[in-house]
T-cell receptor
Framework: EPEVTQTPSHQVTQMGQEVILRCVPI?????FYWYRQILGQKVEFLVS????????KSEIFDDQFSVERPDGSNFTLKIRSTKLEDSAMYFC?????????????FGDGTRLSIL | DQQVKQNSPSLSVQEGRISILNCDYT??????FLWYKKYPAEGPTFLIS?????DKNEDGRFTVFLNKSAKHLSLHIVPSQPGDSAVYFC????????????FGTGTSLTVIP
């Protein structure tokens, strides 16, 4: 069964450094998402992406965050200047369509640890 | 902003018995609900969904019930198996929430052999 893949599985970065989290969505999916889960808290929506542009973003997704689809397969989340509170699991997801009644399929996540 | 709540952080059930996981929501515009299952070190895996035009959806051992008036949904697993031990997340979305899903905090289910 096709799946969403994320790399790396664990990223350790010094505070203030830039970090790029990578995702390969399911190949025929058109909508891509990033979520994060701070330890012990709920999964929170960050951003959705369609047709090479952001379609929605949450309040969490401020100017230090950006997303990009640099080629036909990768979808990246960049955090420009990391803060301690950015430590979390970051999940990439994709869906075939952007309709509200479509499940999103998640990758296994990248654990980001900011020191 | 707790639009989706799972008030039970954990649940233990004997193998073969029924597991019932509960979820409440506050946004009356939500009209699509999902359950995801998550094993440690893995991402959430889609399990079952229900739209607001139904009050029940069944898929094998898994049944989701929706009570719109109470803004409540539940996931029933019967019979429960040890492999069902995982964290279960309820998620919801609606036409006014765009493509994002709102997740509950999860319920950790342990099925005891």
């Amino acid at each position: 069964e096709p799946e969403v893949t994320q790399t790396p599985s664990h990223q350790v970065t010094q505070m203030g450094q830039e970090v790029i989290l990578r995702c390969v969505p399911i190949s025929n999916h058109l909508y891509f998402y990033w979520y994060r889960q701070i330890l012990g808290q709920k999964v929170e929506f960050l951003v959705s992406f369609y047709n090479n542009e952001i379609s929605e973003k949450s309040e969490i997704f401020d100017d230090q965050f950006s997303v990009e689809r640099p080629d036909g397969s990768n979808f990246t989340l960049k955090i420009r200047s990391t803060k301690l509170e950015d430590s979390a699991m970051y999940f990439c997801a994709s869906s075939e369509m952007g309709q509200v009644n479509q499940p999103q399929h998640f990758g296994d996540g990248t654990r980001l640890s900011i020191l | 902003d707790q639009q989706v709540k799972q008030n039970s952080p954990s649940l233990s059930v004997q193998e073969g018995r029924i597991s019932i996981l509960n979820c409440d929501y506050t946004n009356s515009m939500f009209d699509y609900f999902l359950w995801y299952k998550k094993y440690p070190a893995e991402g959430p895996t889609f399990l079952i969904s229900i739209s607001s035009i139904k009050d029940k959806n069944e898929d094998g051992r898994f049944t989701v019930f929706l009570n719109k008036s109470a803004k409540h949904l539940s996931l029933h697993i019967v019979p429960s198996q040890p492999g069902d031990s995982a964290v279960y997340f309820c998620a919801a979305s609606g036409w006014n929430t765009g493509n994002q899903f709102y997740f509950g905090t999860g319920t950790s289910l342990t099925v005891i052999p």
